[in-house]
């Protein structure tokens, strides 16, 4: 399937004050973004942020009846018992779906429907997720943001290890409310085919993103069975877990790192930033970053597990992108 693209530009979001003024001054200006077609927030919210949000800011608005807190994941989560005061549970599971041979795809938008509203998920909300590892409340808001919901959902930088680390409080169990009404609006600028790719593959419209460790990138650790070894060519290595401070404090480094990091990946604010990994997981959280960091950004869904079993798709092994 090929997908429009259609480019768009967000502003730089935010999490402190602090961490504004350090991204303005390493980051350079992103173009304006167009307008966009989701709802507005009737909910008094007055500084609604850009993608990430720190403890803080979920602290001061935690009691906001226009906020949705969603813990996100695996079913076995929902029995942890430690959860953020009103955090209602989003099981993974229901948000993605085998397809084709493939895990961890987006299902039908009809399918997607059920799990979000039930989570309490409406137009009007705005919903901050969280969860561990970072990637999946970061294939959350990769879903959502698909769905048209992007400009009214936020992740929580840090997770709950960031708000225990900050000594707020925690409940033993997820809180249950009213289901909500969700209407989606389906983007395309946000899912992309193996199609769409190789349509670009060797032009300057796109640069690829490969979120998995360096092993796997050069190919030096196989692949499944079923699937070639290495990388799409042209592909440079941006391994997810490197954007943070480390997996026990899953904070996102320090702003001028983390742009020096994709800028020595190939990102331009001139292209379109596509993330893969193996089916979809780690490139979601940069995809997010990427998100975070004002750049025009895709996900391809089918990822490598998906383009390493055609063997009419190029691959390379290797440190290089060609």
Known sequence: MTLETRRTHRPLAWTTGALTACLILAIPAARPAKASTSVQLSAPVQDVPGVLVSVDWLAEHLEDPSIVLLMVGQPTARASGEFIPGARFLNYQEIVQVRDGLIVEVPPVEELIEPFEVAGVSDEVLVVLYGSPAHLPARAYVTLDFLGHGDHTVVL??????????????????????????????????????????????????????????????????????????????????????????????????????????????????????????????????????????????????????????????????????
């Open 157 to 322: 930088d840090g997770g709950l290890e960031a708000w225990k680390a900050a000594e707020h409080p925690v409940e033993t169990t997820p809180a249950q409310g009213p289901r909500a009404l969700f209407t989606p609006r389906v983007r395309d600028d946000v899912l992309v085919s193996a199609e769409w790719i190789q349509e670009r593959l060797y032009g300057p419209e796109i640069a690829l993103i490969d979120s998995r460790p360096e092993g796997e990138y050069t190919g030096r650790i196989p692949t499944r069975i079923g699937g070639r070894a290495g990388h799409i060519p042209g592909a440079r290595n941006l391994y997810w877990e490197e954007l943070l401070v480390t997996s026990e404090n899953p904070v996102l480094r320090d702003s001028t790192d983390v742009q020096l990091q994709f800028q020595g990946a190939g990102a331009d604010y001139g292209l379109i930033v596509v993330n893969y990994c193996y089916v979809g997981m780690r490139a979601s959280y940069t995809y997010l970053i990427a998100k975070h960091l004002g750049y025009d950004t895709r996900l391809y869904d089918g990822s490598w597990n998906e383009w390493s079993k055609n063997d009419s798709l190029p691959s390379v092994t290797g440190l290089l992108p060609f």
